[in-house]
């Protein structure tokens, strides 16, 4: 008889986890988060709320240490996650989280676009914002669904190309971002992206080598 294989579970896909703009401030300055989207659907109930705020702080220290004009790939911290961030010439800067398998170019393109109609729907308002935001525009939604199945998404070759001008950097861990004498355990420790029990779950998984074993 033939045999029918089951569709992947959510857990087995390719996945695009979150998208976050930011404006880029400077070296050693905090990023002021503009919009957000993400899909948690992937992580158990439990565990969602500490994924979340491990993940929003490494998308912020990624964009923190992109620097102007360029893209990074760095894993995450968290399982095996990869931030992909790219920071445009005039600060404005978005970073995807995926997991390892998803393709970077197509995260790079998806960064690319998203930055664009972000300037655009804003009309560079976002240059004199000064209060964080985390609101998640139809728009930015609209991205998050579409990039979900990268393998259907069209290639645009222009955009691409000039992606691929972009100086790039790959890091294995999160650690090699950090300037000379600056710790990451200090950062978690000042974060405003995790809460006390994240940090607590942070300091526990380091030391039983767990979920942040790249830290």
Not at 25 to 42: P, R, T
Not at 90 to 114: F, R, S
Request: aromatic letters at 10%.
């Amino acid at each position: 008889p033939e045999v029918v294989q089951s569709p992947p579970s959510a857990t087995d896909m390719v996945k695009l986890v979150c998208l976050v703009i930011f404006r880029h401030e400077g070296k050693g300055k905090n990023a002021l988060m503009i919009c957000q989207v993400q899909d948690m659907s992937s992580f158990s109930y439990f565990s969602r709320g500490k994924a979340r705020e491990f993940l929003m702080f490494g998308c912020r220290t990624t964009c923190e240490r992109t620097p102007v004009g360029q893209r990074v790939t760095v894993n995450s911290g968290y399982k095996d996650f990869v931030a992909h961030s790219l920071v445009r010439p005039d600060g404005l800067a978005a970073v995807a989280v995926t997991d390892e398998e998803y393709p970077k170019k197509i995260a790079y393109q998806l960064l690319y676009l998203a930055l664009k109609d972000t300037d655009l729907k804003l009309k560079g308002k976002w240059k004199k914002v000064t209060k964080e935001s985390k609101v998640s525009p139809p728009f930015l939604e609209k991205y998050l669904k579409q990039y979900q199945e990268p393998s259907k998404v069209d290639k645009q070759g222009q955009v691409l190309k000039e992606i691929d001008e972009l100086k790039y950097q790959l890091c294995n861990n999160l650690t090699l971002l950090l300037d000379r004498g600056e710790k990451l355990d200090d950062l978690v420790f000042k974060s405003e992206d995790m809460s006390e029990t994240a940090k607590e779950f942070y300091v526990y998984s380091k030391k039983h080598n767990q979920c942040c074993k790249s830290w």
